[in-house]
């Protein structure tokens, strides 16, 4: 790789001599300072409908330079050379030379027609004395604009510089206009406008004629963009030194659309429907509802986690497509120095012919691969799962997308709500997209315009907006309620989770069946309460019953609430969520005035 290079631009000069019939001749000496090998520069200077640029030439104090040097950017040619392409908005011209750690000085010429505009009563050239396209900025800049003769300072002959923001001063001389510049910032523009009485010309060969008179006009065009500039600031001082009313606005702007959509979308879609249904409690569960749809119902959701995932294997159990022996763990404790015997359940196969849903298919699945063909106790189950968690990380998303499908298959939800969200979203972020590209485009950092700031303040809102929509679809209950049907059922299941976090303190009969104490477990398992179903059981179940459950099991200790399922079903939840998670996952008139920007010529150009 070669050395790194640079240059930058210390100084430009540029003088114009408007002719008799209009045209301009051009003569710009451009300083640069180069930090490494160059050989190579260019000039791009827009050209507008009706302009035109010819006699180019460039040179090198007393040397001129040979026309018919390659016009590619970053070309070679013999150095000494240069040439001149027309590309899709103006003239390039190319130059070449042999230039190292040093500073040189180049003269472009060229003669400008059709730039000045000659009115009735005056003659006006607005000139871009420096374009904006150039990549880096320059140290100082002089210009001057020769009359085609010396004529009296009268009010027709007008000088301006702009834009206001560039430190920079004219003056205005019988014979010329002058410019003076410095610290001209990267991609700025310099305006020089001179505006003379049009007798001074003797043809307008070289320049575009327009009927009627000019000098009001331009006089009041370049007072309207003073006005423009200082409105702009005044309007930004107002907005600074009123900072709470301007935050209060864009809070306003940035969250009030948003918040009456989801106002709305809540009102139309969200809010749940009356039933008549006034029970506090349902002593047994309400439907055959399986236990992996119930909590997603209550949350308003599709998707399950860990404790539908175990109480689906509690369920399996209590059907016979598994068979649980209680047995005794021996669990060790400080490092080994005391040990603890603790309830466990030793699992096997049972009916394989068992029928299961398609959901509880996965889970079968993962439990077969675990139990295998001489069992497995519940308290490996987590380092087994862990062992192949590649393929059990697959069953549990299949399990977890099943579940979704049985969800939308029985029809509980309405979604509509989603939809509008969705519209909204998207709307915000296209008025985002576009009024910050709009806004940021044209955005003058060194004297900001005051729509400018509006417009990237109004797309910071709209994507304020975006964002506030997007975090409300993430809130389900906002845009999506039960169907009717949907209600009514989770209105039912709601009574009965009350009824087991409540049952340890009612006084109500127990259930009469172990079957019922054993859904009561399974359904407790899936809403996360299954400690309250086992306290329940440790006061109101009678021991025939419990005698003969393999789900609830007194501890050696004698304590029914830390039996098997103690092995604490809370902890066993929540190792299956992390064991079965996909591998590697893890929680002037003397200076410049008004903003300018209607002059031709500019451009910008560069070197290598």
């Known amino acids: 790789m070669g050395a790194a290079k640079s240059y930058s631009l210390p100084h430009a000069d540029v003088g114009v001599q408007i002719q008799p019939d209009g045209s ?236 009456a959509l989801m106002a709305l979308v809540w009102l139309l879609y969200g809010r749940e429907r009356k039933t ?28 399950p986690g860990s404790n539908e995932f175990t109480a689906t294997l509690f369920d399996l159990i209590r059907r016979g497509r598994y068979k649980a022996t209680p047995v005794t763990t021996e669990r060790k404790l400080w490092g080994g120095l005391r040990h603890e015997d603790l309830a466990d359940l030793q699992l096997t196969l049972g009916d394989t012919n068992l029928q299961l849903t398609e959901f509880e298919q996965p889970v079968a699945k993962v439990v077969d691969s675990v139990v295998g063909e001489e069992g497995e106790r519940l308290t490996e189950f987590r380092e087994r799962i862990e062992g192949d968690r590649a393929s059990n990380s697959k069953r549990f998303t299949s399990f977890k997308e099943k579940v979704t499908s049985a969800i939308r298959a029985r029809g509980w939800y309405s979604t509509g709500g989603g939809r509008l969200l969705a519209v909204g979203i998207g709307v915000f972020a296209l008025a985002a997209i576009l009024l910050l590209w709009i806004g940021i485009d044209g955005f003058r950092s ?86 309250r179903v086992l306290q329940g059981a440790h006061l109101h179940m009678p021991e025939a019953l419990h005698d003969q459950s393999s789900l609830y099991w007194i501890t050696p200790n004698g304590d029914l609430g830390s039996g098997p399922t103690a092995l604490a079903i809370g902890d066993l939840s929540s190792g299956f969520g992390s064991a079965l998670a996909p591998p590697g996952s893890s929680g002037s008139g003397g200076g410049f005035s008004g903003g300018g920007g209607g002059g031709g010529g500019g451009g910008g150009g560069g070197a290598w």
């Open 24 to 259: 301009l001749l051009v003569r710009e000496q451009i300083t640069f300072d180069f930090s490494g090998s160059f050989s190579g520069a260019n000039r791009d200077i827009p050209v507008r409908k009706g302009e035109s640029i010819d006699h180019v030439s460039v040179s090198e104090g007393s040397n001129r330079y040979r026309s018919g040097g390659n016009t590619d950017l970053g070309g070679f040619a013999l150095p000494g050379s240069f040439g001149v392409a027309r590309i899709h908005n103006g003239v390039r011209i190319v130059w070449h030379y042999s230039a190292g750690n040093e500073r040189r000085t180049f003269t472009l010429s060229y003669r400008f027609r059709g730039l000045a505009v000659a009115y009735d009563d005056v003659v006006d050239v607005n000139l871009n004395v420096w374009g904006d396209d150039w990549p880096t900025g320059l140290g100082a800049l002089t210009a001057a604009m020769q009359l085609p003769r010396a004529t009296d300072l009268s009010p027709s002959y007008r000088v301006w510089g702009s834009p206001v923001w560039v430190r920079g001063t004219v003056a205005r001389l019988p014979d010329r206009a002058k410019l003076q510049a410095a610290l001209i910032p990267a991609h700025q523009f310099v305006e020089l406008r001179v505006v003379f009485p049009r007798s001074l010309l003797t043809s307008t060969a070289g320049a575009q004629v327009r009927s009627g008179s000019g000098l009001q006009r331009i006089v009041a065009s370049e007072a309207a963009s003073q006005r423009a500039f200082e409105r702009d600031r005044e309007q930004i001082d107002d907005a600074k030194r009123h900072l709470g009313r301007t935050i209060l606005s864009l809070l306003l702007l940035g969250l009030g659309p948003a918040l």
């Open 446 to 531: 060194a004297a900001p315009r005051w729509s400018d700031v509006v417009t990237v303040a109004l797309g910071g809102c709209a994507a304020a907006n975006g964002a506030s929509l997007i975090f409300a679809a993430t809130r389900v209950p906002l845009w999506r309620r039960r169907t009717g049907t949907g209600q009514a059922e989770a209105e039912r299941w709601e009574a009965f989770r009350r009824y087991l976090t409540d049952f340890p303190r009612l006084q109500e009969a127990p259930p009469a069946t172990l079957e019922l104490w054993e859904r009561y477990l399974v359904y407790g398992i899936a809403f996360g309460i299954a400690e």
């Open 276 to 303: 008549e249904y006034d029970r506090e409690y349902e002593q047994a569960p309400p439907a055959d509802t399986e236990p992996a749809l119930v909590p997603p119902l209550l949350r308003q959701e599709t998707t």
